[in-house]
């Protein structure tokens, strides 16, 4: 199902707006200070960030899982003879569930769950039937507990970690209920139990529960100013004073969007 105009209400903004001028800018005591692999950090290429429950930050790298503890980095590497350290050393994404298991997307298309109790890490290979290297973009944990991911080219998968079940969902071009792109680019779940999905080439809306296979999707229009600012979208991010609140990054400026 295609919608441009649905109840959704959607306001965007074509350009982001500076909080600040110049001169208070200037004023401010702001210091950088730079981390590099000269000081610990494992590779220079950082792809994503987080900050767990305890206070760690976790970069996601072209060669290893750093975590750092504002002094001092600890780096996990891909161990040949040992199945419990890290699948691949090239992270690309990286999310905190609810019980502080730690989750990493790879470029080669393994999900792993870091353990911080046991300090070990357990991995699944997300398997494509299209590409080789099923590189992982984006990892979600809805409220049911289920892991959504992400991938680059090979769609939507839905994994369980009580069964290890893993689902996958794709572009189907002769279905106009399908995801609208196999790039997912991010992933967050609504008020109401539903999730939105960006991806290259517009947003969905999906609710696992209701409906296994319909997708409705939401597209820019020209001739519409209620609708997305651009279909290319690169990042989701929920409000967390309104849970039907979403902000949509896209390649041309920010869009707004709410459920009603």
């Not at 699944?124 to 959504?148: C, H, L, M, P, T």
Request: glycine share 6%; proline share 2%.
């Amino acid at each position: 199902m295609v919608s441009r105009n649905p109840i959704i209400q959607f306001k965007y903004y074509l350009a982001i707006v500076f909080l600040f001028y110049s001169g208070f800018l200037f004023a401010q005591n702001i210091v950088f200070k730079h981390l590099k692999t000269d000081d610990g950090l494992s590779n220079n290429k950082i792809s994503d960030i987080i900050q767990d429950k305890t206070g760690f930050i976790w970069l996601a790298t072209d060669d290893g899982l750093n975590r750092f503890d504002g002094y001092s980095f600890k780096v996990y590497r891909h161990k040949p003879k040992d199945n419990t350290s890290i699948s691949n050393n090239s992270g690309w994404t990286l999310f905190e569930d609810r019980a502080g298991f730690i989750w990493i997307g790879t470029k080669s298309g393994e999900l792993n769950r870091y353990d911080p109790n046991t300090d070990r890490f357990t991995s699944w290979k997300v398997k494509s039937e299209f590409v080789k290297e099923n590189s992982i973009k984006s990892i979600y944990e809805d409220r049911q507990g289920a892991i959504w991911i992400g991938t680059y080219k090979s769609g939507l998968y839905r994994f369980d970690p009580l069964t290890e079940k893993i689902e996958n969902w794709c572009n189907d071009p002769l279905n106009k209920s399908s995801l609208s792109n196999n790039y997912v680019t991010s992933i967050v779940e609504d008020a109401d139990g539903n999730l939105l999905i960006s991806t290259y080439i517009g947003l969905n809306k999906f609710n696992y529960q209701k409906s296994k296979n319909n997708f409705m999707r939401f597209y820019y229009d020209v001739n519409n100013s209620n609708t997305l600012s651009n279909n290319l979208i690169w990042s989701l991010s929920k409000s967390k004073n309104d849970p039907n609140l979403i902000w949509i990054g896209t390649a041309e400026g920010l869009t707004v969007y709410r459920s009603e």
